[in-house]
Structures are given as C-alpha cells and as structure tokens.
C-alpha cells in the first residue's frame, strides 16, 4: 500500500511563489505516474499538472509557464513549483499516483493554498 503526504501549502500575497511537496510511502514510486489535481471551493476537482515515470510533463493551460512539475525518484517526491500565483490558484491541491504496474490510484489528503490579492 502507498501512502501520499502533501505539504508546503499556505497563505500567499497575489505575485508570491509557494512549492508544495508530495512524499509517497513504499518502493514503487518510480513506477507512479504522479498528478497534481486541485479544488476550489464549488467547483469541480482539475487536473494542474501530470509527470510520467520517464518525467515528461503536462500542465493545464491556466497554469502553464507558472507551475512546474518535478520529481524526485530517489526522494520518492513529486513537486509542484508555483510562481506568480494568483487569487484564482486558491485550492486544495491534492496529490494522485497511479502504478504502471498495477493501475493502482492513490491520493493524499490536500494543502491548502490561499492567495490574497
């Protein structure tokens, strides 16, 4: 069983840079393609950024040039690099792995990330 922990979420002035990290439990790490989905309060959880095993990169376009996804094999760490965030970023950021192998889903519990204007 893989456990995902999130951290690095918090309060943040419109502008400002934030990076949020995703450590995951066991030894299948390099085998997960990993996710960063958020969600905003009355709205549907959104896929922000997706890195697969041989670490190539999607963003959503409201993030793209702002945000960047990275990970960390040997850490068994995902990232989520935001810069120049917006009011509008304000969510709970929730990381997702799923196995190759397997097709195992697994998600953290979320961080909270606020941004005032």
């Known amino acids: 069983q893989v456990q995902l922990v999130e951290s690095g979420g918090g309060l943040v002035q419109a502008g400002g840079s934030l990076r949020l990290s995703c450590a995951a439990s066991g030894s299948i790490f390099s085998i997960m393609r990993m996710r960063w989905y958020r969600q905003a309060p009355g709205k549907q959880r959104e896929l922000v950024a997706a890195?697969?095993?041989?670490?190539?990169?999607d963003y959503a376009d409201s993030v793209k040039d702002r945000f960047t996804i990275s990970r960390d094999n040997a850490e068994n760490t995902v990232y989520l690099q935001m810069n120049s965030l917006k009011p509008e970023d304000t969510a709970v950021y929730y990381c997702?792995?799923?196995?190759?192998?397997?097709?195992?889903?697994?998600w953290g519990q979320g961080t909270q990330v606020t941004v005032s204007s």
């Open positions: 997702h792995g799923r196995d190759v192998r397997y097709l195992n889903d697994y």
């Open positions: 890195i697969t095993t041989d670490g190539r990169t």
